[in-house]
């Protein structure tokens, strides 16, 4: 149970309800880091509206999301996010075996070059911004990255450690499913 008061699903009105109604219908559940944004209906939203947007990536993967979800996660010391993340990875056919390798070390991700490249400039980007050079920004179009796809993996990585931040500071519980 978090530390402040929340919206449970039978509570739930207005923007609370539609939010809660459209990821029960999507997920078959409410997680409990969506229920923790309840207490702010504009933040819920807004957390919706990024969520709804990287499930429907026009380029960025959704194993490749995960991958970064997962080791931000880890590096913040969100245990909800790093569960909740694996989960989706296993559940996406990862073995068990490569998302530990992929969390001891990024680089051994089971990922194709063009990907694996992607998450090792986000997570440079994410933990050491400053040691990001034009010559990183240019091996990922070389890939055949745009500069959408750089700027929104890397904005995935902040927003991850920013919802981090609200998940350990006011204690979501890993979901029950």
Same mark, same amino acid.
């Given at each position: 149970m978090p530390i402040i008061r929340t919206v449970e699903t039978n509570e739930a009105v207005g923007t609370v309800a539609g939010i809660y109604a459209a990821l029960?219908? =999507?997920l078959g559940f409410v997680?409990?880091?969506m229920k923790l944004l309840s207490s702010s209906p504009k933040t819920l939203d807004r957390q919706f509206q990024t969520i709804s947007y990287y499930m429907n990536h026009p380029t960025l993967s959704q194993s490749l999301i995960a991958m970064v979800r997962v080791l931000v996660s880890m590096k913040t010391f969100c245990a #909800?996010?790093?569960d909740i993340n694996t989960r989706l990875l296993h559940d996406m056919g990862f073995s068990a075996e490569s998302i530990q390798a992929t969390k001891k070390n990024p680089e051994m991700a089971p990922l194709g070059e063009k990907e694996k490249a992607m998450l090792l400039f986000v997570m440079k980007s994410v933990f050491d911004g400053h040691a990001v050079e034009k010559g990183d920004i240019e091996q990922l179009r070389q890939l055949g990255w745009t500069d959408m796809d750089m700027l929104d993996a890397t904005a995935l990585g =902040? #927003?991850?450690m920013a919802g981090?931040?609200?998940y350990n500071a006011f204690k979501v519980e890993k979901d029950a499913i």
């Open positions: 029960e219908q =999507a997680p409990n880091s #909800y996010c790093v =902040a #927003y991850m981090d931040i609200l």
